[in-house]
T-cell receptor
């Protein structure tokens, strides 16, 4: 079964510090795509970062980077230099076929000043 | 490019009624997917349309249906509404298969 597990329901971090959000997933496929989306209080779902499973190199987007461990089926998100605007619900998701995204339960991240 | 748009943004309906939600994808995107978000069940995939054909379907009852038009705009219909259908309904569009999906602002449906 396709599942995504985010084991941290809530996290908090001080402004300018670094935080890592965890995600594990289960799939029997070898080719798939992984995503982190953020959903601020406005409820607008925003893409943070994307990783293709066939690529060994970890994806990076400015202050956001991932640690993709394919054998362990782990896909964590690291946010550096946290900003107040990073406060949001963060969802880990993956897709195997077509565009069906399977989401985790989410992690609420609060950035404190 | 304009983003994904959804109308209406808010809806209040009563049990037993039906509702139609609309989604206009980003220009050039041929895939439209629908998701239901509730506090209890989280984000769940409803269905995906690609070039007017339903390509994938989630585990929802037949009361939930959709379609896609030749201009890639999509509609989702829920018949015989139940209280449990109260949710945020999100639409996402993508250029092709396994491409990044971009989400609209959602339609918040309240069933009384």
């Amino acid at each position: 079964a396709q599942t995504v597990t985010q084991s941290q329901p809530e996290m908090s971090v001080q402004e300018a510090e670094t935080v890592t959000l965890s995600c594990t997933y289960d799939t029997s496929e070898n080719n798939y795509y992984l995503f982190w989306y953020k959903q601020p209080p406005s409820r607008q779902m925003i893409l943070v970062i994307r990783q293709e499973a066939y690529k060994q190199q970890n994806a990076t987007e400015n202050r956001f980077s991932v640690n993709f461990q394919k054998a362990a089926k782990s896909f964590s998100l690291k946010i550096s230099d946290s900003q107040l605007g990073d406060t949001a619900m963060y969802f880990c998701a993956f897709t195997e076929y077509g565009n069906k995204l399977v989401f985790g339960a989410g992690t609420i991240l609060r950035v404190k000043s | 490019k304009a983003g994904v748009t959804q109308t209406p943004r808010y809806l209040i309906k009563t049990r037993g009624q039906q509702v139609t939600l609309s989604c206009s994808p980003i220009s050039g995107h041929r895939s439209v997917s629908w998701y239901q978000q509730t506090p209890g069940q989280g984000l769940q995939f409803l269905f995906e349309y690609f070039s007017e054909t339903q390509r994938n379907k989630g585990n929802f009852p037949g009361r939930f249906s959709g379609r896609q038009f030749s201009n890639s705009r999509s509609e989702m219909n829920v018949s015989t509404l139940e209280l449990g259908d109260s949710a945020l309904y999100l639409c996402a569009s993508a250029q092709a298969s396994q491409e990044t999906q971009y989400f609209g602002p959602g339609t918040r449906l309240l069933v009384l």
